[in-house]
């Protein structure tokens, strides 16, 4: 942790923001901006580490290509493409972010041959056998949750978001601490009703790319089960130029290979 905040503060000085006071929801869409549409488009190679209760570990690696449809923050699209290991290969997840009604996920399975639709209702249940959620890879939509700044100070903003339909999720409540002068959410936790934390996810490492403040590593860990999940990004770029044509039921089952090396 404080390797990152060394980091965190050379940004501050290289990423300056007004000194005034921010609004909770202007601090909530800036950080939801800089976690998920930065640049028109972007791809990254992942090496994600889950390890059980324990102690056990598995290792799968994929390649994430995303791309913004305009720049209001607004719908977007995501393609993952699993290279290891060998049960995986060749399996694709894809999102289609909407903002006027549920995302459309899909997922292909190539040893069945099967694209399969994944239902709203899964999009809080885990990626891929990972700690982390389906929602948590493509990101939550901020008017999903009600925000309320419960702190403030030099290094961050500490904002408790709500659930407004807390029938759709597993958690009660969640608080981020999101850096002031990248707006990077560095840590986050989700609180049951009795207030325990269930789950907590951490920044780890942090590097800018392209001009972009960038988290190359991350973790999330279940408080419930016992176990983690390790992120590491590398390969990491901005403004690829990938086509809108590739983000299509079609390329499930034929991979884009020019964007994926």
């Known amino acids: 942790m404080k390797n990152i905040l ?18 909770v929801m202007d601090v909530v869409k800036q950080a939801n901006h ?42 977007q699209k995501f393609y993952v493409y699993f290279n290891k290991p060998a049960d995986v290969k060749k399996m694709v997840f894809m999102v289609v972010k909407n903002m006027d009604r549920g995302d459309d996920r899909w997922l292909y399975l190539p040893g069945l041959d099967l694209v399969k639709r994944i239902a709203a209702s899964d999009e809080r249940t885990s990626f891929v056998g990972s700690h982390f959620f389906y929602e948590d890879v493509s990101g939550r939509g901020i008017l999903e949750d009600t925000h309320v700044m419960v702190e403030e100070n030099d290094t961050y903003y500490i904002v408790e978001s709500t659930p407004k339909d807390p029938q759709s999720v597993e958690f009660t409540s969640f608080r981020s601490w999101i850096h002031k002068a990248t707006f990077l959410p560095i840590k986050t936790e989700y609180y049951d009703n009795q207030g325990q934390k269930i789950r907590s996810y951490t920044a780890l490492k ?35 130029g990938l086509p809108d044509k590739i983000f299509s039921e079609r390329y499930l089952r034929k991979a884009p290979r020019k964007y994926l090396r």
């Open 206 to 240: 942090v590097e800018m790319i392209g001009g972009y403040p960038t988290v190359t590593a991350a973790s999330m860990e279940d408080h419930q089960t016992g176990g983690k999940t390790l992120m590491n990004y590398s390969a990491v770029r901005y403004n690829v």
């Open 34 to 75: 800089v976690s998920y549409y930065k640049g028109n488009d972007g791809r990254a190679k992942v090496n994600m580490r889950i390890i059980d209760a324990q102690g056990r570990e598995r290792v799968r690696e994929f390649i994430i290509l995303r791309r913004n449809d305009d720049d209001t923050d607004g719908k």
């Open 6 to 23: 060394k980091t965190l503060l050379v940004m501050s000085f290289l990423w300056s923001v007004p000194a005034s006071a921010m609004d």
